[in-house]
């Protein structure tokens, strides 16, 4: 995830909190299984929002000694929804957190990453995007989140959502308009 905005600092690790209100138009349109995993769930706003939804949620944080990128496990059965750290201008740590939670979810989870509007443009992402069969949906936030009370960022945001059991890419494009605290 990468925030931009002039009264907004760096936080390390990109601690960001996703705001329970950018997960519901998530949940309005794609269904779940029943476990579902945050590993790099900070806070948990994430985890309590799919609790709350009667999921059964697990989480993990690197400031809590877990690494996901160094995880070597699969979860069969689980999905993973996340809000990634970005890594940089480049994102390069947001594209390997896509390309584990492929991996720990194959063969028939489901991955869903909340990411800047335009990360599936870049030519180097092709591999996770245009070219990956299991990308079915990208969710458009057309509302700004808002990371901190009272002051709004300058970065749209989408959820990306990849289906090990769909291969109907071209991916759906749904719009969201959803109202930040
Ligand atoms: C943008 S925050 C999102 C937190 C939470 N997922 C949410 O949406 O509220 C990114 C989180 O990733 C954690 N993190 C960074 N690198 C990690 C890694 N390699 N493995 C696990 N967690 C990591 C950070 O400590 C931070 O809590």
């Not at 690494?67 to 390997?96: C, M, Q």
């Not at 990411?115 to 599936?120: A, H």
């Amino acid at each position: 995830m990468t925030v931009r905005g002039a009264d907004y600092k760096r936080k390390k690790n990109d601690a960001y909190q996703t705001p329970p209100e950018a997960v519901a138009p998530l949940l309005a349109t794609i269904s779940f299984s029943e476990r579902v995993c945050d590993p790099c769930s900070g806070k948990g706003n994430i985890l309590r929002v799919l609790k709350a939804k009667g999921h059964l949620v697990g989480g993990g944080d690197i400031t809590r000694g877990y690494d996901f990128l160094l995880h070597k496990f699969r979860w069969p059965g689980h999905d993973v929804v996340t809000n990634p750290p970005f890594g940089g201008r480049s994102g390069k740590t947001a594209v390997a957190f896509v390309k584990r939670a492929l991996e720990v979810t194959a063969p028939e989870g489901k991955v869903a990453m909340l990411l800047p509007v335009d990360f599936d443009s870049g030519g180097s992402r092709e591999i996770i995007f245009g070219m990956c069969p299991h990308f079915s949906a990208k969710i458009i936030l057309l509302n700004r989140i808002r990371w901190f009370r009272n002051q709004s960022g300058s970065t749209n945001h989408a959820w990306y959502v990849w289906n090990h059991k769909s291969n109907q890419n071209p991916p759906i494009i749904l719009y969201a308009k959803q109202e930040f605290k």
